[in-house]
């Protein structure tokens, strides 16, 4: 009777995999803590729990909570930025400049209010943080700003930006408007996507004449 073959012994582990998997447990462990408790609430017992690691062996991969802070903060605006600029390009060449803006609107809300709590932690976080760790967040957020900025410009090129109103001005209260949803909203207001309606809504009719 033939023999079964035997299966090949699995591969041990890479010190390097098994790093990069505690890194990113980390990583999202602290994004989450950070996005519910704050800069000043967050402490390294919590991250350790969350991430199910000994609170001392955060330091051999980061430096300081600061530092760990900073790493979170900085993919966060990266991961933002990608699924903005993901967002647009899927859409039709001819998309208008008012339905660009709508979903931009979308893409800012969902992202920061349901896909990513990198992002909760950058939209509530970012000016509480010392500055020498948040440099690398605050230069991918202009990246991030200037798409915005281009979407009020390409607006107001096609005239359809209220005379009264000064594009930056416009920008800078509609991303206030929707950032601080972050501090309000949840569930229980109802779902997601009337408040998405709401808000295309709201920004549509106070930028356009």
């Known amino acids: 009777m033939p023999r079964k073959p035997t299966a090949a012994p699995a591969e041990p582990e890479s010190a390097e995999s098994k790093s990069a998997r505690t ?51 900085h993919a966060g605006v990266q991961a ?21 803006l ?26 509480q943080v010392p500055e020498p760790f948040n440099r690398r967040a605050l230069k991918t957020l202009g990246e991030y700003n200037e798409i915005w900025r281009d979407l009020v410009m390409d607006l107001a090129d096609a005239g359809l930006l209220r005379a009264d109103v000064d594009p930056s001005v416009g920008r800078m209260l509609v991303l206030g408007a929707l950032n601080w949803s972050v501090e309000w909203w949840d569930s229980d207001r109802g779902s997601l996507d009337e408040l998405i309606a709401v808000a295309q809504s709201m920004v549509l009719h106070a930028l356009r004449p």
């Open 23 to 73: 890194r990113a447990r980390l990583l999202d462990a602290t994004a989450k803590v950070l996005a519910d408790k704050g800069f000043s609430g967050t402490r390294l017992s919590d991250i350790a729990e969350a991430a199910h690691v000994q609170a001392p062996a955060i330091y051999y991969y980061y430096p300081s909570r600061e530092d760990l802070i900073e790493a979170v903060l």
């Open 80 to 100: 933002m930025h990608q699924h903005l600029t993901e967002t647009l390009a899927a859409l039709p060449e001819k998309t208008s400049p008012s339905a660009r």
């Open 102 to 127: 709508s979903a931009a609107v979308e893409a800012h809300l969902r992202h920061e209010l349901e896909i990513s709590d990198y992002t909760r932690a950058v939209v509530r976080n970012l000016n």
